[in-house]
């Protein structure tokens, strides 16, 4: 079946603009979380979406960042007054969580984003 | 909050060999330990699992150990292959209500030679 999907896969922005990166979550999975991953480093938790509700956003590192879900499915990261030190790759997983085993994430491919 | 160490950061090792690599975590109550594979330019693939009710797992040439008495766990590939090669990471959450938000490793290069 279809995986997780990203877009855009690259973004090039210039310093102080606003970006919406977005991601399609395997159809059905409740639960979907954003990581950025730098480069060397492996991935780090921004926040978590349980349904439409952020139940976890105490990874986003400051107030530029937002994100929404509305209908439960689909998900933008949204970032204002982009700086240098935002480029990374952006990671979006979902999982199924209905049961307490039901919590392997899987992540899409990642949009990378560059601030010049 | 929980700390994930890993090791080594590069392995390389000739088609064939075996690889072996190790992850420590500082929370006691993290109880779910994935391992990823990441090729370049691509997100990380899920590979294999373990929970903390069980010590080891095997899925053909890939197994994973876990000692939550010391708290490390461990990935090992057998008959490696140059298909292999990507970065691997390990991460580990703890049930706290129902976020499981994963914790990562730094990752490890591994290097398959032919």
């Known amino acids: 079946g279809a995986g997780v999907s990203q877009t855009p896969s690259n973004k090039v922005t210039e310093k102080g603009k606003y970006v919406e990166l977005r991601c399609d979550p395997i159809s059905g999975h409740t639960a979907l979380y954003w990581y950025r991953q730098s480069l060397g480093q492996g991935p780090e938790f921004l926040i978590y979406?349980?349904?439409?509700?952020?139940?976890?956003d105490s990874g986003l590192p400051n107030d530029r960042f937002f994100a929404v879900r509305p209908e439960g499915s689909v998900s933008t990261l949204k970032i204002q007054r982009t700086e240098r030190g935002d480029s990374a790759v952006y990671l979006c997983?979902?999982?199924?969580?209905?049961?307490?085993?039901?919590?392997?994430?899987?992540f899409g491919p990642g949009t990378r984003l560059t601030v010049t | 909050g929980e700390n994930v160490e890993q090791h080594p950061s590069t392995l390389s090792v000739q088609e064939g060999d075996s690889a072996v690599i190790k992850c420590t975590y500082s929370d006691s109550a993290s109880n779910y330990f994935p391992w990823y594979k990441q090729e370049l330019g691509k997100g990380p693939q899920l590979i294999i699992d373990?929970?903390?009710?069980?010590g080891e797992k095997k899925d053909q040439r890939i197994a994973v150990t876990l000692n939550k008495t010391a708290k490390h766990f461990s990935l090992h590939i057998t008959e490696t292959q140059p298909e292999d090669s990507a970065v691997y990471f390990c991460a580990a959450h703890r049930d706290r209500g129902s976020n499981y938000k994963l914790t990562f490793g730094k990752g490890t290069l591994l290097t398959v030679n032919p």
């Open positions: 997983a979902s999982s199924q969580e209905r049961r307490e085993l039901d919590y392997e994430q899987y």
């Open positions: 373990i929970r903390s009710n069980v």
């Open positions: 979406f349980q349904g439409t509700g952020a139940a976890d």
